[in-house]
């Protein structure tokens, strides 16, 4: 029987947005940095909710649902966002992501949550937690990143030299996350990251630092 993790995402927030999508048969997960700052025990009020479909639709249900007026729409990610009280939360569709070699731009395609989970950066921000009302709190964990967490070891999904030649942040990511989660590069990882330290080159074509790259 899978574990589950209701205590995480007992704020009304999440029970509101579970009905909303329930409603529109919407399957939807929290993702990412939430959950794994809710097993280290760090404040966060941010959210990603991923969801099987349309970002932009689910946004738009769930904006209904609580009575917000503005979201902001970013039509060419296929994301949502808005805030709700304290919270600042953004909704994408599950994805999955190609890449080619000169550019750290991704080409996507819808996914399953699987696919969504296999291109995240480490196995500690592929943590998932159901919010469809049968499975409500169920964590899915495909990578042990729970392990990772309790080890204090920071890994990638997939093979490290698939995850860092797609997208060269990565690796100056990991480095942050080590230094500020004071956890330690898995030797595997941190061998790939110095071969593929040349292709931190490409990231001069485009921003060094974007909105999701910090901790």
């Known amino acids: 029987m899978e574990e589950r993790f209701e205590q995480y995402i007992d704020d009304p927030i999440f029970k509101k947005i579970s009905d909303a999508f329930s409603d529109k048969h919407i399957p939807a997960f929290v993702i990412g940095g939430f959950v794994r700052d809710q097993f280290l025990e ?27 007026e ?24 599950a994805r999955k992501e190609s890449y080619q070699r000169d550019s750290r731009k ?15 950066d480490f196995t500690i921000n592929a943590l998932a937690l159901s919010l469809n009302k049968s499975t409500f709190g169920m964590l899915v964990d495909p990578f042990d990143g729970i392990g ?39 030797k595997k990882s941190l061998d790939s990251i110095k071969k593929n330290a040349d292709r931190l080159s490409i990231i001069s074509k485009e921003r060094i630092i974007d909105r999701k790259s910090h901790v």
């Open 106 to 120: 991704p080409i996507v395609e819808d996914g399953t949550l699987e696919d969504d989970q296999n291109r995240r």
């Open 148 to 186: 990772d967490l309790q080890k204090k070891i920071i890994q990638t999904p997939l093979e490290p030299d698939q995850t860092y030649s797609d997208d060269p942040l990565r690796m100056m990511r990991a480095v942050r996350f080590a230094t500020q989660l004071n956890f330690r590069i898995e």
């Open 42 to 68: 760090r404040p966060c009020k941010d959210i990603d909710i991923v969801v099987l479909g349309s970002g932009i639709e689910a946004a738009r249900h769930a904006a209904h649902a609580l009575g917000i």
């Open 70 to 93: 503005h979201v902001s729409y970013f039509k060419n990610f296929g994301t949502a966002m808005f805030k709700y009280e304290d919270w600042e939360i953004e909704f994408v569709g």
